[in-house]
């Protein structure tokens, strides 16, 4: 089945460590993208990525990086400059970002602090 | 900027009709979705509908759009407690990343 797969499903940071959450597809799919949640905010765009090797910032980045060398690959790393890490990431992807065919997502990485 | 804005919470009791809005801002062309996420799990897309259609019918799902005064409610037919979740409205222009409202709540009363 094709879909989105998200890694871990939770994952726990200690103060002053950068974490990695992974997200994978099998889509063929060239836009991803990574979200924020958190209680009552709806979902906040971080980063986002169009193309392989390319990547624009979006509404949140500021403490987050992200790599796209692979298309089916769009790993985000929570480094220790985001002070506030606590949340659910979801991962997303679209055929492109152009095209108006919908976003699929993951199941999600819940954050929390040690 | 863009801007979707949706009522946090909404109960109905089971075997009734739920109906959830949504306004948004952007006034081009424009899609506009429908997401429904269970707890502790990802989107689930439920239906979308170009801004040049005024209505879209999926089985117990209803889609309004409202274009003049940028409305657009979804409608859920004979709600059963597995309805129960968070449902969001999400609106998207051209090349720009989708914009999500902060998801309305919905509670099914047996």
């Known amino acids: 089945d094709g879909g989105i797969t998200q890694s871990p499903k939770y994952l726990f940071r200690k103060e002053g460590q950068n974490v990695t959450l992974s997200c994978e597809q099998n889509l063929n799919h060239d836009a991803m993208y990574w979200y924020r949640q958190d209680p009552g905010q709806g979902l906040r765009l971080i980063y986002y990525?169009?193309?392989?090797?390319?990547?624009q910032k979006g509404d949140i980045a500021e403490g987050y990086s992200v790599s796209r060398e692979k298309k089916e690959s769009f790993p985000l790393t929570v480094t220790s400059a985001q002070k506030n890490p606590t949340a659910f990431y979801l991962c997303?992807?679209?055929?492109?970002?152009?095209?108006?065919?919908?976003?699929?997502f993951g199941d999600g990485t819940r954050l929390s602090i040690l | 900027g863009e801007d979707v804005e949706q009522s946090l919470f909404l109960s109905v009791r089971e075997g009734d009709s739920s109906v959830i809005n949504c306004t948004y801002t952007?006034?081009?062309?424009?899609?506009l979705y429908w997401y429904k996420q269970e707890p502790g799990a990802g989107l689930q897309l439920l239906t979308y509908?170009?801004?040049?259609?005024d209505m879209k019918q999926d089985q117990r799902l209803t889609v309004l759009l409202n274009k003049k005064d940028k409305h657009l409610s979804l409608r859920i037919a004979d709600t059963q407690t597995g309805d129960s979740a968070i449902y969001f409205c999400?609106?998207?222009?051209?090349?720009?990343?989708?914009?999500f409202g902060k998801g309305t709540r919905l509670s099914v009363i047996a």
């Open positions: 990525s169009q193309i392989v090797n390319d990547f």
């Open positions: 999400a609106e998207k222009e051209g090349n720009t990343p989708l914009v």
């Open positions: 952007d006034s081009s062309s424009t899609y």
């Open positions: 997303a992807s679209s055929i492109d970002r152009s095209s108006n065919q919908p976003q699929h």
């Open positions: 509908i170009f801004s040049n259609m």
